[in-house]
């Protein structure tokens, strides 16, 4: 009965499409879709015959287009196609034609699940059916879907609600949907651990961190004391959990150009280095005293003084500064350089956990000898 009335509609359209170019072409593709529609070529005899009815938007095409929609269970289209080629037609359908599309209609409803609906917030949005999209709302009819479970998906904005219900043929149901933001987890972990994550730029605590974010691209940043920040980029979708793990390295002071300084301040190398510079500087003071008692014996020799008690306790004092003044400038001297060893060494290595240094004088038996230790 449907083949027959498919070609009692070819033969019409026919008639009608021929007046024109345009209405050739129209022709032409209606008779394509004709043929692919007995090849069971729904898909492609459903193309062809839209095109027809874009170029020439003859009723009677209608009637073709909503036969191969059922045929490709796109009931919910077919519905519409026909109720259009009623209205459309009019008066010009006959009685018989109209009996044969009020019983595919009813066909359709025995074959289909009736779904109404409900979606709750404000803004339009845009409902799907198995990933072919259906309409916008408000929705202005219930929907006809096939049976057996089918998945729903509203979208409004970033917002989405998703519903797979299974679905049984002549039945009425009734689903409820809110758009929500859609959310994702993301387990972040640090190398090494401890830093502290931000999403965003906003803070969620010290990792390993869990953190609930809407799908699309996320910025993680982690900080950590003795490391330079570190950031990546994560990408979630919808309902997706991610394990991501963000290495640091570790802090570098640079001058300016590869291969600078790394190392802190050596506060031993500066301590060592200062003693030995004021080790020289009473150095330089008892070279100076010896330097003038030199001076005085000098003076009374050259004028035949007496060399007597004071000129005894002069010579004796300038002898005492002048061995205190090489004692104090080659420790000193020794110091000064070891404590900038110590310093450019430290600066130029990797931080010390820890560093200790202790000086020690001992008396001798010509006077006191002076040594130091570094543990670092």
């Known amino acids: 009965m449907t083949r027959w009335l498919l ?8 008639a009608a499409l021929a007046a024109s170019d345009s209405e050739k072409e129209a022709a032409t593709r209606f008779q394509r879709g004709v043929s692919l529609f007995k090849d069971g070529d729904f898909e492609a005899a459903l193309t062809e015959f839209k095109q027809a009815y874009r170029i020439a938007p003859f009723y009677e095409v209608l009637y073709n287009i909503g036969l191969t929609q059922r045929r490709l269970f796109q009931y919910g289209e077919a519905v519409k196609s026909l109720n259009d080629y009623l209205e459309q037609g009019g008066k010009k359908v006959s009685a018989q034609r109209r009996e044969a599309v009020r019983k595919e209609l009813e066909e359709i409803r025995q074959l289909t699940c009736e779904v ?12 799907s059916v198995d990933g072919i999209e ?14 057996g479970k089918r998945t729903i998906v509203v979208k409004r904005g970033d917002e989405i609600a998703t519903e797979t219900p299974s679905l049984l043929t002549a039945s009425k149901v009734t689903i409820k949907m809110e758009p929500r933001r859609a959310e994702g987890k993301l387990v972040i972990e640090s190398d090494p651990p401890g830093a502290i994550i931000a999403v965003d730029g906003n803070i969620i605590g010290e990792a390993p961190a869990l953190a609930n974010v809407g799908v699309g691209a996320h910025t993680i940043n982690a900080d950590k004391d003795g490391y330079d920040q570190a950031a990546m980029e994560v990408t979630l979708t919808e309902g997706q959990s991610r394990r991501v793990t963000i290495k640091l390295v570790a802090a570098r002071e640079d001058s300016g150009g590869g291969g600078g300084p790394r190392g802190s301040i050596s506060i031993p190398g500066i301590v060592v280095a200062g003693a030995g510079a004021a080790m020289i500087g009473v150095a330089v003071a008892f070279n100076a005293s010896a330097g003038g008692a030199a001076k005085q014996l000098s003076a009374l020799y050259a004028t035949g003084g007496t060399y007597d008690k004071a000129a005894q306790q002069i010579e004796a ?8 003044s090489w004692l104090f400038g080659v420790t000193g001297g020794a110091a000064f350089a070891t ?9 130029f290595s ?3 956990e820890s560093s200790d240094v202790s000086f020690f004088f001992t008396p001798t038996q010509n006077g006191v000898a002076a040594g130091w230790s570094l543990k670092w």
């Open 7 to 14: 070609l009692i509609c070819l033969l019409a359209g026919s």
């Open 134 to 147: 259906v309409g916008k709302t408000p929705l202005k009819e219930p929907l006809l879907l096939r049976p």
């Open 339 to 347: 404590g900038a060893i110590i310093f450019l060494v430290s600066l």
């Open 116 to 127: 109404t609906l409900q979606i709750t917030g404000e803004g339009e949005a845009v409902v």
């Open 317 to 324: 004092t300038g002898q005492t500064s002048s061995a205190l």
């Open 350 to 352: 990797e931080p010390a």
